[in-house]
């Protein structure tokens, strides 16, 4: 007992400074990793199920496109700027970017350790509580395509011939990948933003679902968003919620003219922007809000 | 004494189970509300899909005869299906595997009434109903706009509507069978967590009216979801009866209403057959 005492006379050094913090975060991100690999049977069966509605689709599209006239060739039928092979590689295309910027259950994991008042922990220790969130998620993310690039990456070889212009040129290409990155941080603080709201609003499962009945109708999850009525698609195309599945899809598929990227690119960016500061300014607030009780 | 053997009045004790759940689900009558406009909502979106494509088409399929306003007949009918067995079934088979797991099903098992009845109709889930309602709206909508439109009238028949009703309630057995036999799989896997996706999934292949699958690779497809688990039969056929005059019929159709018919008895008699075996090698969590 006495040696260990000794130890204590020392002053413990205050740690901080980049080369802590990075030890700090690469230690979060092994936990979630390793958290990851225990179930992997479960998660490949998981991943590989989640393909299945896509048959359906692509089935209900086939129909759909041979009711309406010629399905190939130089006159092939159209809906909304897609042909049918275009089709499939859309809904592909946005089971990877969805992939990316779902966010199962944060929201409302956020409002229940406001709830259950467990999020007075990240108050008194020297973690950020939205960057410790982020940091879980993107190893989240990480140990899932780890695993999951095989499943995917089957698939996709299966249906390459739905992709009939080949991979798209180098620029578009980083686009796409720009648009998935940002995509998966709209998508992360704009549901950690509804989370926020717990703070005011102790219950939050029933706003949860209501927006998420909007996101799946409006973030191009069931069709591409360029089916919409005009009206409509001008409207939804002001909104955030085509970051989340259209977007990345579309630039892939080349369905963004290459000169309007660069734009599209920044009203996306400034959407993060606009959320990042929203959920930083929410959770400040809350904080201030927040009593905590015993413990 | 001659004690005679207690035999339980199984209407009653359903008519106690639904009174019950009804009394919870009142208890927490914001939560119950909630319930009942989500899934409309998520009706709403659903109809909005599909009036979106029929702005593109005219029908699902070429020559299948499924226009608008039949496909909205048979959308209405997976909405009747669907929340009948929501409302009944799903919150049951769910418990199920609970039970399984925490150790309960000792308790069930010890009850003086039939087991499956015991673990099929506990609870109800009154707020799924609001589906029905849904359904019941779409299908107005499209009968009426059947019967009332210039080319190609029609008014279904006594006959066809009484059909209908006799073979959706013969399509809830047959997903009630499925479900039973997907639950009973948790005794032997300790747990069964994603039964609720694989229902899903699996009834994502009964939505559509089961031409599409017709064809290329879905003929595998089609085969095996008809013949080895009937989930396509469970809405084409009440759909078909309804949505098509019943007089010009090929053969083929009164095949498949036939086949229907034997599907559900055997998928009765199957599911039966699962959960006994499942029983059989039950053992208890507890102790």
Request: net charge negative.
């Given at each position: 007992m006495s040696s260990t005492l000794s130890?204590?006379?020392?002053?413990?050094?205050?740690?901080?400074?980049?080369?802590?913090?990075?030890?700090?975060?690469?230690?979060?991100?092994?936990?979630?990793?390793?958290?990851?690999?225990?179930?992997?049977?479960?998660?490949?069966?998981?991943?590989?199920?989640?393909?299945?509605?896509?048959?359906?689709?692509?089935?209900?599209?086939?129909?759909?496109?041979?009711?309406i006239g010629q399905v190939e060739g130089e006159k092939a039928a159209e809906i909304g700027g897609?042909?049918?092979?275009?089709?499939?590689?859309?809904?592909?295309?946005t089971m990877i970017a969805r992939a990316f910027s779902s966010m199962p259950s944060l929201a409302s994991g956020i409002s229940q350790q406001v709830r259950d008042g467990e999020i007075k922990r990240y108050m008194i220790q020297p973690i950020d509580f939205i960057g410790f969130l982020l940091l879980t998620r993107v190893a989240h993310k990480l140990a899932y395509y780890t695993i999951a690039i095989l499943p995917f990456a089957l698939v996709f070889y299966l249906c390459?011939?739905?992709?009939?212009?080949?991979?798209?040129?180098?620029?578009?290409?980083?686009?796409?990948?720009?648009?998935?990155?940002?995509?998966?941080?709209?998508?992360?603080?704009?549901?950690?933003?509804?989370?926020?709201?717990?703070?005011?609003?102790l219950?939050?499962?029933?706003?949860l679902f209501v927006m998420m009945l909007f996101s799946f109708f409006l973030s191009g999850h069931m069709f591409p968003l360029t089916m919409l009525p005009d009206g409509v698609e001008g409207l939804v195309n002001f909104l955030p919620f085509k970051y989340l599945a259209y977007f990345p899809a579309a630039v892939f598929l080349g369905k963004v003219p290459e000169e309007e990227l660069p734009m599209e690119l920044a009203v996306e960016a400034a959407w993060l922007v606009f959320f990042v500061v929203a959920c930083r300014v929410a959770y400040a607030r809350g904080v201030r809000r927040y009593s905590g009780f015993g413990g | 004494m001659n004690e005679l053997p207690v035999r339980p009045n199984y209407w009653k004790v359903f008519l106690t189970f639904a009174r019950n759940s009804l009394v919870r689900d009142m208890t927490f009558r914001t939560n119950f509300l909630l319930q009942c406009v989500s899934s409309v909502g998520w009706t709403a979106m659903n109809v909005g899909f599909y009036l979106i494509i029929f702005q593109h088409t005219a029908s699902i399929g070429e020559g299948t005869g499924w226009d608008r306003d039949r496909f909205f007949l048979f959308i209405a009918t997976t909405w009747f299906i669907n929340s009948l067995v929501q409302a009944f079934f799903m919150p049951n088979a769910q418990e199920f595997s609970e039970l399984i797991r925490?150790?309960?099903?000792?308790?069930?098992?010890?009850?003086?009434?039939?087991?499956?009845?015991?673990?099929?109709?506990?609870?109800?889930?009154?707020?799924a109903l609001s589906n029905f309602a849904s359904g019941l709206v779409i299908a107005g909508y499209a009968l009426w706009s059947l019967a009332t439109r210039d080319i190609d009238p029609m008014i279904p028949s006594w006959w066809s509507v009484l059909l209908y009703v006799v073979f959706i309630l013969c399509g809830v057995v047959m997903m009630y069978s499925l479900m039973i036999c997907l639950s009973a799989t948790s005794i032997w896997l300790g747990r069964n967590q994603s039964l609720y996706n694989f229902w899903f999934y699996i009834t994502n292949f009964s939505r559509y009216p089961m031409e599409i699958y017709d064809k290329g690779w879905g003929k595998p497809l089609y085969g095996f979801f008809t013949f080895v688990i009937p989930i396509l039969l469970v809405v084409n056929v009440p759909a078909r009866l309804l949505a098509k005059p019943i007089s010009p019929?090929?053969?083929?159709?009164?095949?498949?209403?036939?086949?229907?018919?034997?599907?559900?008895?055997?998928?009765?008699?199957?599911?039966?057959?699962?959960?006994?075996?499942a029983l059989g090698s039950y053992r208890s969590a507890s102790s």
């Open positions: 130890t204590i006379d020392e002053p413990v050094p205050h740690h901080s400074g980049i080369a802590w913090k990075l030890s700090l975060w690469w230690m979060i991100l092994r936990t979630a990793l390793e958290e990851r690999f225990v179930y992997r049977g479960d998660f490949v069966l998981g991943t590989l199920m989640r393909f299945l509605p896509i048959i359906t689709q692509v089935f209900l599209w086939s129909a759909v496109f041979d009711a897609y042909q049918f092979p275009d089709m499939v590689a859309y809904y592909l295309l390459r011939e739905y992709f009939v212009d080949g991979w798209p040129p180098l620029n578009v290409f980083f686009s796409f990948c720009a648009s998935l990155v940002m995509g998966f941080l709209i998508g992360f603080f704009f549901e950690a933003l509804i989370g926020m709201i717990g703070f005011w609003f219950e939050v499962s029933s706003l | 925490t150790g309960g099903l000792d308790f069930a098992l010890l009850k003086p009434i039939d087991t499956q009845f015991l673990i099929s109709f506990r609870r109800i889930e009154w707020s019929r090929t053969n083929w159709e009164w095949q498949m209403v036939g086949l229907a018919v034997i599907a559900t008895v055997l998928s009765v008699l199957i599911s039966r057959w699962v959960f006994r075996l």
